[in-house]
Structures are given as structure tokens and as C-alpha cells.
């Protein structure tokens, strides 16, 4: 019989075990291994059955069993311990209110945007690699206490859960999250009722949410939820699915995430005394319309919108994460405009002016389509990609967006993704660091805590764990094996369990107990399946892969795990491609294929692997962080030269997979090359070294590789470290520049730009010529000064509105200019009769062989964040003077 309604009946826990509920309340017991022992401890028989979940499992404890633990005089002192330490954790000063006391110019608050948070598997609100960098970059900020509140949408139906069918086709299902079952609380007001966030959405309609709050640490994660009465049943299904329904859905989604989240920080803030954030960061474009809402309150403060914009542009952050276009949401302007202006949101403020900042005003652009992420970097001063190479991916990808600048000019810098540690490290890879230094100096290394050392760990940049080379070979060697036991386990389970979904009997499985071998190179592949990222990469030839998971010395075995996009049935193709071989009896026992992929498989997937494989298409991979959960636990990456591995490659971490990305191959000669390349090195130099045993009869160079991974590069993929960069080099000179803007400034800056912009088409280099040297006749001697000698056209402007650059560097046989340098020139006399302005200045070549230099104008002004901002430059014609290519001897 079918109950007709549901609700949450709530435990009433004796008084001395009163804490529990705020242990469990607090999202900090799933990176904080003590406190989950201590919940383990009160059932644990019920642990695995609860997903591991405090508030699940106090809501199955019985009566009995409550009265029991509430006299359990050593579990109250354990509960007394845990509790205290919480208390410390939340209220203690850490490394950002020391950096505070000691003069450091830090913003108060930050807002931290996002479509999806990956926090922990018992908060089930994110998809893939977004969401968990999001969630551990909640936790990082915790742990430094960067005071941050995290924004988003809390989702009825998660993202989806994923099962097989018999044949091996992806299937989705979508249970419904109860929000009392889950680890928040809802927001409300002083007289307790709920408070509310409403939009007002075409036709008179409107778009009311409440507002959860889950308890990350010392952030708060605030996600707004339109299933509430007060909403017509289309606009209660809003916030339904994470990335579902078609572009008006995801239109009020991302309406609701942008908008209805400012006003949420803005009752959070005034409920709770909260200092209001300085500085609000845009975790990729889905919550772009933050930066609208903000203009709209500060325009009846008597700025305009061409003010308010340079004010909220001052105070925003824009971090990018795909490299691909068709990873941004677009929408038809038609679309955007009927939800905003004087009959739905932000009335007041003009829909001319809100369409062109997602206007894709750039060579093959679609200005018939709003961009999200065009209209993210137009309202922020400072944007990211998130690794090295994504950076200079982002930079050319968006470079039309800055017409007249280098690839390399654009304002679009790069923070590398880190992973939280304390999340990630299995507890057994945790013990063995803590034998070494203690257990408490080993939790302030993994979260970015205090030391007392020169390692500068509390600040998450580490130069060494020294300590890591005092561990034996024999005792790394025993935890590796450990740790690919506990993973046989575990997928043995999985298996069996998936394999009853697809409806095989009982009678049918017993060849699963033989499954993966602990003693065996066991390689993990596990990630969302967009095309790109090549799931079936390993497949190219069957043959050869057989022989790989075969061998009979150097055999390997292959766990694999990932969810296709509901919508995507090319990935669901490629997910089957992959589960119907590794059905085949003659390697079943190698190669799985596990499905529902989550944090609570990562968690075990990670430390059990030796080798983590990652072989997407260069450069589409923006940071690719699995790689980095899997070496903090001792696993050797294999991967294609992409992401973070692209910059932090080193042979003793790893291999790197050769590319043909720079060669004129269609895409599947191209697979065909890379996936070759992939066999040929575990073949011939990852699995030997796996079996190569030493004197010892232990493989002395694979543990020395292990050693070298935890290491040297462990502290490099943290995420306090990141964080770190976040706050110094974009969180607090953006609040310095929002601190700049009083209205006053911010008006006349508006004003300045609108002057040089209606100006610039008469700005022009009319002349260059070189004045001393033998430059002129094409060549000049090393260490020579060439004096250059510039007439500029302002057309109205300013010598203060401007700086005259020389750009100097080697040149290509097309007269490109590489590795620039730019060199200012000043002012050497007034207008002549022509209105031209003289600007002189020297230019010592440093190199020898082709050199050239030409010369631009930009935009200057003290507030501009840098000369690229306005996207505006002044560069010579051909004629403009004597040539600018010089041959250096």
C-alpha cells in the first residue's frame, strides 16, 4: 500500500548526545575522519546501509540504542572531544584573519556562484568536475577561513542515477531528494517563517524559492529551491533537475541562480549580521545574471547603468571551465528580452542595454544568441581559466572579444584547479603520513593548517612532505596492496549488485568472485563521457587490448566508470560500447565497467588505482582533476599532455600519452596514432616497471615513482593553495578596486570611457621613424639604442587618455612578432598643425637575428585593471613610416 503523503519524522536525541545533531548538521564530517568514526561507532551495522550519513543514520538509531550511547561513558568522551574540536574549527582564527591582522588588504566577504556543488555524496547536487571543484573549493575556504558564502540551486532530483540494461544501454532515474532527510536547514526569518526569494517572470507571473542552508565548515552554502506552495506547478519545477529541460528552463534556472541568488546573500547577510561580500565570484556563466541584479540595486542610488556597471564590474570575478564553445549556454535574444525590463525582471533597468552584453560581437559570433559567458567576462574586470594551458585556450577561444590584441594580451589569466585533501586521501594513506609526523601536523597539511615548520603548509603551498621519504618501501608497498584489495572488494560488490539490475540471476554471477586480482597493475578510468574525453579510446584495437589484460607476466586490469549526458545517446553509445566488451567472458575478470559513477565511488576508486589514464583530445581537457585526487593517494597519472598534467608533467609522477594534435590528421587517423601510442607504453614501460622486482623482491623504481608523486607534486595539487591564489591575485585587488569606486569615480569613469570610446576611431599612428641608429637601413648592432620618433592622432583625446607603446621582439618569416616586449614612449611636443601629437622614446634590442617592433595606442587610466580592458587599440597601417622589421647582427 502506497502512502498518499511524506514527512520527515526527526529523532529526539537524549540530552548528552544533544551535539550529535550539530555534527551532522555541519558538512565538515566528510572530510573530517574522526568525526565520521565517531558517527560509524554509534551503529555500525547501519553505516554503509545510511550511505555513510550522519543524518540518515541518527534517524535510523533506535531508542534503545540511543539510551545505550547516552551512558556509554567513553563514547560521550569521544562526542565531547569531536564537539569541542568543531567548536575551535568554526570560531578559531585562521590563515586569512592572520593574514588580516598582519595589513593585508582582504575583501570581507565573498559571494561564491554555482550551477552545482559536489560537497559530499549525501548532498547528491552536482554532475561532474564543476560541481566537485566547487564543492572542494567550499571546503578549502573553510579551512584557510576565507570568509565565503556559496550560492546555488538545490535540485528535487539531484542530477540522475545511473543503471544498465541487460544490453548494456545507459538508464536513467531520478529519485526524489527530501530536503528535512538531507543535511540542511531552511533559512527563515525572525518570526520563523520561511524566507523567500521571488522573481517576476513574464505575463504577470511569478517565480517564488525558498532558501536551504547546508553548513560547509565555517562557509555557509545557501540553495534556493522553487518547490513551495506559492508557485504554479511549471515554476515549482525550476529547480527539478540539474542541466534538464529545454532553453526556457534552464533560462529561469540560471534567472533564479544569478538574480534570486544575490538576493539571497542579501537576506542571509541581514538575518545572520553577516558582513555583505565585497567580491562575487562567477563560477562559469550559468550564474552570469548576478552581475544585472546589482546593477539594478545600485541604479536608484543615482548611478546610471554605465556606472553601476564599472562598479559591479570592479567587484567581480568570472572563472571559465570549458574549452569548447558548445559547453556555454546560449540563448535566442528574443528569449532574454521577454524575461527582463518593465514587464518582468529588473524593471528600470533598459533590455537595449542588458542584450549587448551577451552579444557575441566577434567573427563567426551569433549576435542572434545571448552568451553567457560574453556576457560573464563583460562583467567582470578579472576572468580565469582554470590550468596554464586552459588559460591560453580561453585567451584565443575569446580573443575576438579584444579585436586588435595577441591571443596572449587578452585579460583572461589562469588559476590551476587543486583538490580538497582531506576529502580525497583515503584514511589509510592519512595514517601512514600521521606514524610520520603526527597525527595533527598531518590533518594541517592536508587542509592548509598551521605549522611549525618553514613548509608554509597552513597557507596550502608546501614546497616538500619531507616527511613522506622517511616511509619504507616495504610499508608503501603493503599500503598500495592494501588499498587494491579494499578496491576488489568494492567493485566485486558493485558488480554484482549492477549485474542484479540487469536482471541476472544468482546462479549466473559466481564468476564475479574471481573478478580483478589485488596483485595485479590495476589502471582506473572514471569521468563524465562527453566525446571528447574519449571513454572508448582504449578499445581502438580489441586485439591488442586483450593481449594488454592478458599477459601472462605483466597482465593489467582496467576499472571504469562514467555518466553520459540523459540527452547525449552518442555518449550513451560509447558507454555501451565499453560495457559490452567488458561483458566478454574472456576478460570479464580485467575490465569493468561500474555504473553511477559519485563521490562515494571516487572516494574508493581513487586510492585503490596504481595508474589513473586520462586520454582526452588536447587541449579540450580545461583542468581534468581526477588525476589529482589520485595522486595525492599514491597513484601514477598515464595521460595525454592536457589540463594541469600539461603543466606539471614530470617522469618521475608519470607518462605522458604523445599527441597528433599539432599534425594535419583527421580524427580517427588521430586515435589511431594516440590510441597506438597508449598501448605501446603500457606495454613496454608502465606495466615492467609495475613487475620489475629489485633485490628485495619489492619494484624499488614504481615505489620510488610513488614517493615522488606524494611528495613533489601532492602539494602542488592542493586546494588551499588555490584558494590562496584566488584570494591574492583576484579576490583582494577586486575588492580594492570596488573599494575605489564611490559613486563619484564610478561616474566619471563611466564618463571617460564613453569619451574614448565615441573618440577612438579617430585615434591613428601617422608616423614612425627612426631617428638615430642604423636601423634604417635594416640592420643594427647588438646593444645598439634606436631612438623612435612617433606622431600620434587623439582625435580630441588627451595625452593623459593614452599610452604609446613600442612592441618589440623576434619575428617570424610572416613579420610576426614572438615573446613581445612593449617599451612606453612619452610625449615630446605639443599638437602640430596636422593635430598630430610627437612621442618619442628609445628601444635597446636584446637579441640577436630578425627583430621588429611596431607601435600602438591603448586606452590608459589608473583604474583600469589592465590596458587590453576596453578592448581598444590604435596599431600602424603599412604606409604609417619607415618599416618595422630591423635585422640584429
Excluded at 207 to 224: D, K, Y
Excluded at 342 to 352: A, N, Q, R, S, T
Aim: with cysteine; charged share 25%; aromatic share 8%.
Amino acid at each position: 500500500m502506497k502512502a498518499i503523503r511524506r514527512f520527515t519524522v526527526r529523532p529526539v536525541l537524549p540530552e548528552p548526545l544533544r551535539p550529535l545533531h550539530d555534527l551532522a548538521r555541519n558538512l565538515r564530517w566528510s572530510w573530517h575522519t574522526e568525526t565520521r568514526e565517531l558517527f560509524r561507532a554509534a551503529d555500525p551495522e547501519g553505516w554503509r546501509p545510511a550511505d555513510a550519513d550522519p543524518v540518515r543514520l541518527l534517524g535510523s538509531l533506535s531508542a534503545g540504542r540511543l539510551t545505550e550511547l547516552a551512558g556509554d561513558a567513553e563514547y560521550l568522551g569521544r562526542l565531547a572531544a569531536a564537539s569541542a574540536d568543531l567548536a575551535e574549527y568554526l570560531d578559531g582564527p585562521r590563515w586569512y584573519q592572520e593574514q588580516r591582522a598582519a595589513g593585508a588588504e582582504l575583501p570581507s566577504g565573498i559571494a561564491y556562484f554555482s550551477p552545482e556543488f559536489g560537497v559530499t555524496a549525501a548532498l547528491p547536487q552536482y554532475s561532474g568536475g564543476l560541481g566537485i571543484l566547487a564543492g572542494d573549493h567550499l571546503k578549502a575556504a573553510s579551512d584557510l577561513g576565507v570568509p565565503l558564502i556559496g550560492v546555488g540551486l538545490l535540485y528535487r532530483h539531484g542530477y540522475f542515477r545511473q543503471t544498465l540494461s541487460r544490453e548494456g544501454w545507459q538508464q536513467e532515474h531520478y529519485p526524489v531528494l527530501d530536503p528535512n532527510e538531507l543535511p540542511l536547514d531552511l533559512v527563515r526569518e525572525a518570526d520563523g517563517t520561511p524566507a523567500r526569494v521571488v522573481l517576476a517572470l513574464p505575463g504577470g507571473r511569478s517565480l517564488h524559492a525558498c532558501v536551504w542552508l547546508a553548513r560547509v565548515g565555517r562557509v555557509p552554502l545557501l540553495l534556493l529551491d522553487s518547490d513551495v506552495e506559492e508557485n504554479a506547478p511549471g515554476e515549482r519545477d525550476v529547480t527539478d533537475r540539474l542541466y534538464g529541460g529545454g532553453s526556457d528552463h534552464r533560462l529561469l534556472q540560471e534567472m533564479l541562480l544569478g538574480i534570486g541568488g544575490v538576493r539571497a546573500v542579501r537576506t542571509w547577510c541581514r538575518l545572520t549580521g553577516t558582513p555583505e561580500p565585497e567580491v562575487f565570484h562567477t563560477n562559469e556563466g550559468h550564474a552570469g545574471f548576478l552581475g544585472l541584479e546589482r546593477i539594478r540595486e545600485l541604479m536608484p542610488t543615482g548611478l546610471d547603468f554605465e556606472a553601476a556597471l564599472e562598479v559591479v564590474r570592479a567587484g567581480t570575478v568570472f572563472t571559465t571551465h570549458t574549452p569548447v564553445p558548445a559547453g556555454i549556454d546560449r540563448f535566442d535574444r528574443g528569449l532574454v528580452a521577454r524575461h527582463f525590463g518593465d514587464e518582468g525582471e529588473l524593471p528600470g533597468v533598459p533590455v537595449e542595454k542588458i542584450l549587448p552584453l551577451g552579444t557575441e560581437t566577434y567573427p563567426g559570433g551569433e549576435p542572434e544568441l545571448f552568451n553567457m559567458a560574453v556576457m560573464g567576462l563583460r562583467l567582470a574586470q578579472r576572468a580565469n581559466g582554470v590550468s596554464t594551458l586552459h588559460g591560453a585556450v580561453s585567451r584565443e577561444m575569446f580573443s575576438g572579444l579584444w579585436p586588435g590584441f595577441d591571443p596572449a594580451e587578452v585579460p583572461i589569466t589562469s588559476v590551476t584547479n587543486g583538490v580538497h585533501a582531506p576529502t580525497w586521501v583515503a584514511p589509510e594513506v592519512f595514517r601512514l603520513g600521521a606514524g610520520q609526523v603526527g597525527e595533527g601536523r598531518a590533518h594541517q597539511v592536508l587542509s592548509g593548517g598551521p605549522v611549525d615548520d618553514e613548509t608554509s603548509a597552513r597557507t596550502g603551498t608546501p614546497r616538500r612532505w619531507d616527511a613522506v621519504t622517511g616511509i619504507g618501501d616495504q610499508e608503501i608497498w603493503d599500503l598500495r596492496r592494501d588499498l587494491r584489495g579494499r578496491l576488489v572488494t568494492e567493485v566485486r560488490r558493485r558488480l554484482y549488485a549492477s549485474w542484479r539490475r540487469r536482471g541476472a540471476g544468482t546462479a549466473e554471477l559466481g564468476w564475479i568472485d574471481g573478478v580483478l586480482d589485488p596483485d595485479i597493475l590495476t589502471i582506473g578510468f572514471a569521468r563524465r563521457v562527453p566525446s571528447y574525453k574519449r571513454l572508448t579510446l582504449m578499445l581502438r584495437d580489441r586485439d591488442r587490448l586483450r593481449e594488454l589484460l592478458l599477459h601472462p607476466t605483466h597482465p593489467i586490469q582496467i576499472v571504469v566508470a562514467g555518466k553520459a549526458h540523459p540527452a547525449d545517446d552518442g555518449g550513451k553509445r560509447l558507454v555501451q560500447e565499453l560495457v559490452r566488451f567488458a561483458d566478454d567472458p574472456r576478460v570479464r575478470h580485467r575490465i569493468v565497467f561500474l555504473p553511477d559513477y559519485g563521490m562515494g565511488m571516487a572516494q574508493k576508486l581513487y586510492p585503490g588505482c596504481d595508474v589513473w589514464l586520462n586520454n582526452p583530445l588536447r587541449p579540450l581537457e580545461a583542468c581534468g582533476t581526477s588525476g589529482m585526487k589520485a595522486a595525492l593517494n599514491g597513484c601514477l597519472n598515464l595521460s595525454v599532455r592536457d589540463g594541469w598534467w600539461d603543466e606539471w608533467f614530470d617522469p618521475d609522477f608519470g607518462w605522458e600519452i604523445p599527441t597528433a594534435d599539432g599534425s594535419a590528421v583527421d580524427e580517427d587517423r588521430r586515435d589511431e596514432l594516440e590510441s597506438n601510442a597508449l598501448y605501446a607504453l603500457i606495454e613496454d614501460r608502465v606495466a615492467p616497471r609495475f613487475y620489475d622486482r629489485g633485490a628485495g623482491g619489492l619494484p624499488d623504481r614504481w615505489i620510488e615513482m610513488v614517493r615522488s608523486t606524494l611528495v613533489n607534486l601532492g602539494p602542488k595539487v592542493l586546494a588551499g593553495r588555490m584558494v590562496r591564489e584566488y584570494v591574492e591575485r583576484l579576490y583582494a585587488p577586486a575588492a580594492r578596486a570596488r573599494r575605489a569606486l564611490e559613486p563619484a569615480v564610478a561616474r566619471d569613469l563611466a564618463a571617460w570611457k564613453a569619451k574614448v570610446r565615441a573618440a577612438w576611431r579617430g585615434v591613428s599612428v601617422d608616423h614612425v621613424e627612426t631617428v638615430a641608429g642604423d636601423a634604417a637601413g635594416g640592420s643594427a648592432e647588438l646593444g645598439a639604442t634606436l631612438a623612435l620618433r612617433v606622431r600620434i592622432a587623439l582625435g580630441g583625446l588627451e595625452p593623459d587618455d593614452v599610452e604609446v607603446q613600442v612592441v618589440a621582439g623576434r619575428v617570424d618569416s610572416g613579420d610576426a612578432i614572438a615573446d613581445a616586449q612593449t617599451f612606453p614612449l612619452k610625449p615630446a611636443g605639443g599638437q602640430d598643425l596636422e593635430d598630430r601629437w610627437l612621442y618619442e622614446g628609445p628601444l635597446t634590442p636584446d637579441r640577436t637575428g630578425p627583430y621588429g617592433y611596431t607601435v600602438r595606442v591603448l586606452p590608459a587610466h589608473r583604474l583600469l585593471a589592465t590596458s587590453a580592458e576596453l578592448g581598444l587599440v590604435a596599431l600602424p597601417t603599412e604606409a604609417t613610416g619607415e618599416g618595422a622589421g630591423v635585422l640584429m647582427r
